[in-house]
């Protein structure tokens, strides 16, 4: 028992000066951009992403201080990793429509996902795994009194229960599974900076450009885009 209790203590005492260097990191890029240090604080949430991958609001403000700061490109990728963990933000979606007008007036940003996978991966990983643990005890206890009782009618009601709850079951597990994909996935990154010519042919990739990520080769990566396979240089995109 001990031999827990002093590794729970270590794991909370060695995460805590984590969690507190960044909250106060985090007050120091609000008081940045409040204060018009729109840059600095660009570095404050940046600096926070680097330590903590999957904190939301450093996404969004790092979004928000970029686009201060007219680098759309680097605004668009933060705002699209918000998108990645909430895909339903409605409010990420519209500054991303912003962007994507200050870059080119006439380009209208589509999100590549519809409103019903947007509504779906809106509800993480885990909590689609807490409803399977539900749907997997329902139908335990289901197969439990069906096998127990005699009634005709409480084994057809619990048959039922059983199916729909078999069915609830595999449905949670395959959501859960897509998910997880798609907050994990690397398969796609924004063109972060402007005029990006692909190093082989020299065809310019406009900023915001969102491109398929075919592979990484030390600092280059070779991205997909409209169908043609680009070499660009990993400093100049930004994998979502």
Excluded at 122 to 142: E, K, P, R, T
Excluded at 148 to 174: E, W
């Amino acid at each position: 028992m001990n031999y827990w209790i002093k590794h729970i203590a270590l794991i909370f005492f060695g995460v805590l000066p984590f969690l507190s260097m960044s909250n106060s990191t985090f007050s120091e890029g609000i008081e940045a951009f409040n204060t018009k240090n729109y840059a600095l604080a660009a570095d404050k949430f940046d600096s926070i992403i680097s330590i903590s991958p999957n904190n939301i609001s450093a996404y969004f403000n790092y979004g928000l201080a970029k686009m201060k700061t007219r680098n759309y490109g680097e605004a668009i990728w933060g705002f699209e990793k918000v998108l990645k963990f909430r895909p339903a933000d409605a409010e990420a979606k519209e500054k991303l429509q912003e962007c994507y007008l200050e870059i080119n007036s006439n380009v209208f940003w589509e999100y590549r996902l519809n409103g019903f996978q947007s509504s779906l991966y809106s509800i993480s990983a885990n909590a689609w795994g807490f409803l399977a643990v539900l749907f997997a005890l329902l139908l335990a206890v289901a197969i439990v009194v069906f096998r127990t009782k005699q009634s005709h009618s409480t084994r057809r009601v619990m048959l039922l229960i059983g199916a729909v709850s078999s069915f609830l079951l595999i449905f949670s597990i395959l959501l859960g599974t897509l998910s997880k994909n798609h907050a994990t996935s690397d398969r796609f990154a924004i063109v972060t900076v402007k005029n990006v010519k692909s190093l082989q042919d020299k065809v310019v990739i406009d900023e915001g450009s969102l491109v398929e990520v075919v592979e990484v080769d030390g600092d280059k990566m070779k991205v997909e885009l409209d169908g043609e396979v680009l070499l660009v240089r990993l400093e100049d995109v930004r994998v979502v």
